[in-house]
């Protein structure tokens, strides 16, 4: 969803993806316009979407969500110090980069996590966080904040990493939106094979005040996590 002026929001998506460089953001080759229209030229990247993979497998074991769930941690990080916010982050917008046959999406190698579509992304004023307002991306992962219209903050992008770190380990979003209720109810619950460490974290991420979620740092320190990075030498 997206309420803004066409040329301000293809002005502002160009600026941002113009400064960001990012091992896990796709590389800006060229823009191109003609009186119509405007091409922006990325890398080509082979694979599959996040919500590709769990349209059909519907979930995955959580060795495979650490994987893609640390790439996107590093990039909101870089993100945020650069004073940048996604206010998109979804299944749709995040592509599995792999070289292998997709025919089986269980079997496929991951070789790098890459976050798409800036159109929505804007930066926020460090010294007045909670200055960013309006409704942008999908409902479905959007914070409360966003979607009562009060102003909010980059904290947005967290609990979106908590949405989709849910959605990817139980293959189900942890809520129902409804256009009626404009409300998130939290109160699925997870699958019982879930590790209580990832289950802390999910939650952590997904509460509804923004100072009581987790930040990017704390994220990194969290046991789910920090396990993972010891065993591979992050």
């Known amino acids: ?23 896990n953001i796709s590389r800006l080759l060229e823009i191109a316009n003609t009186d119509n229209h405007l091409f922006i030229v ?8 996040l919500k590709e993979y769990l349209d059909v497998e519907m979930d995955m074991p959580e060795d495979k969500a650490k994987f893609i769930f640390r790439a996107l941690i590093d990039v909101v990080e870089y993100l945020q110090s650069k004073n940048i916010v ?8 995040i592509i599995l980069e792999t070289h292998d046959d997709t025919s089986d999406y269980s079997t496929c190698k991951l070789e790098r996590t890459v976050l798409v579509d800036y ?5 926020f004023n460090p010294m007045n966080p909670q200055s960013l307002k309006g409704l942008t991306g999908s409902p479905q992962y959007a914070a409360p904040r966003m979607l009562v219209n009060s102003r909010y903050s980059c904290l947005v992008d967290n609990f979106a990493l908590g949405a989709v770190l849910f959605n990817m380990v139980n293959g189900y979003r942890p809520f129902k939106y409804s256009k009626d209720t404009i409300a998130q109810v939290y109160d699925i619950g997870h699958e019982d094979y879930i590790s209580p460490e990832c289950k802390d974290l999910c939650d952590k991420l997904l509460l509804t ?9 704390q994220i990194k320190q969290h046991k789910w996590l920090s396990a993972y990075d010891k065993k591979i030498n992050y």
């Open 42 to 49: 990325t890398e080509l990247i082979t694979g599959i979407t």
């Open 209 to 217: 005040t923004e100072d009581d979620r987790l930040s990017i740092q």
């Open 119 to 123: 159109g929505c992304a804007t930066h």
């Open 86 to 93: 996604h206010r998109d982050i979804q299944p749709s917008n």
């Open 1 to 23: 969803i997206k309420f803004m002026d066409v040329e301000d929001f293809v002005d502002g998506e160009i600026a941002i993806i113009q400064e960001v460089h990012h091992r």
